[in-house]
């Protein structure tokens, strides 16, 4: 069955918007925005939209457009259905869990989803100082933890690689490896023999995330693995730098712990190199910033400093606290809204700033 044109449909039709509606696709049965905004707001359809041609075929039988779409991460035919959107005026936002604290919180961005967000594509020119109040005040809070001691095999100077689940989405998109031996030994290679490096396995890991981690660890000089239940703050605290593909813990060494922070994915640091240190997947060399690495009180100088705040602000920007999502239906939708391609079309970089207002709760 052929489909028409959207932007042939619409001018033959005059679709009307349905206000207080919505669409949504995710690679998952549900997504966190798409669930708490369903709570207060209509889902057009129905159901999610699965693919391009499921979206034209929903809008051919509608009478009526949805208000908004709302896209998961890493959607497969994400640029074709945004693409319809554009045609129909249909506003979008995109999204994907939260950071600080993570899974309480959901991000939305008027661009994308991690290297494809918006801001990968921001240049840091000045932190303001509502950012700067926000990002210091978040940061005071988080670090408010009592040390535990560190397992006993961990050794000073010491870099931590936190493990990620293999079946990560940025992974698959991304990176596409297997297990995570090959980057763990080219990491090892690429830092001085000097430097222990720690690996901890994810909280939530299951036998195929950590496919040959212990063996390969055997084999490295003066690396070590620690349960999984060791204190994840106090090794950050205690250690000189962080490494890993595109874990959340990254934002947390280098946003909140002032730690120097070495990246093998891409994310929604991508092109913020002077804050996240991009390792190429080449033959092994020395990593980049070792004075760094060498003495972490370098990275405070009040460039970086400024830089770090910008970008925890902007991070802290994009979030919406699920609690507050559920019970303030007015506040969620502007906050949604303020958070689109539509408002980030008229107002640019402004929105950002607009919505560090939006949930005081979490200042």
Not at 341 to 354: C, P, Q, T
Request: with cysteine.
């Amino acid at each position: 069955m052929s489909v028409a044109s959207p932007a042939a449909t619409q001018k033959r039709t005059k679709t009307p918007v349905a206000r207080g509606t919505f669409a949504f696709s995710s690679p998952y049965d549900v997504c966190w925005l798409a669930h708490y905004y369903g709570l207060h707001f209509t889902n057009l359809f129905g159901a999610k939209v699965i693919r391009e041609q499921d979206f034209l075929l929903k809008l051919k039988a509608s009478k009526r457009l949805p208000e908004l779409m709302i896209m998961g991460n890493l959607v497969v035919e994400r640029a074709a259905m945004v693409s319809i959107c554009r045609e129909l005026a249909i506003n979008v936002v995109h999204t994907e869990d939260g950071f600080f604290p993570h899974y309480s919180t959901m991000h939305a961005d008027p661009l994308g989803f991690c290297w494809e967000s918006s801001l990968p594509r921001l240049v840091f020119r000045e932190c303001l100082g509502i950012q700067r109040v926000r990002a210091r005040g978040a940061r005071e809070r988080w670090l408010a933890f009592h040390p535990k001691a560190l397992p006993g095999n961990v050794r000073a100077p010491f870099v931590f690689w936190p493990l990620q689940l293999i079946g990560d989405q940025v992974n698959l998109w991304d990176l596409k490896v297997k297990d995570w031996t090959r980057l763990i030994a080219h990491f090892r290679a690429c830092l001085g023999e000097q430097y222990q490096l720690v690996i901890k396995e994810h909280p939530r890991s299951k036998e195929n995330d950590n496919t040959g981690v212990r063996e390969l660890v055997q084999r490295l000089p003066n690396t070590v693995l620690v349960p999984r239940e060791a204190d994840l703050k106090s090794l950050l605290s205690g250690c000189c730098a962080v490494a890993g593909a595109n874990s959340t813990v990254l934002y947390e060494a280098r946003l909140m712990f002032h730690k120097p922070a070495y990246s093998y994915a891409r994310g929604w640091f991508t092109n913020h190199s002077e804050l996240f240190i991009p390792v190429p997947r080449r033959e092994p060399r020395p990593l980049n910033r070792l004075d760094w690495l060498e003495e972490n009180r370098r990275l405070r100088t009040e460039r970086l400093d400024d830089y770090t705040d910008w970008f925890l602000s902007h991070l802290l920007a994009r979030q919406i606290p699920l609690e507050l999502a559920e019970l303030d239906p007015k506040r969620l939708k502007r906050a949604v809204h303020r958070l689109s391609y539509e408002s980030f079309v008229k107002y640019g970089e402004e929105v950002f700033l607009d919505a560090l207002e939006d949930w005081p709760e979490t200042a």
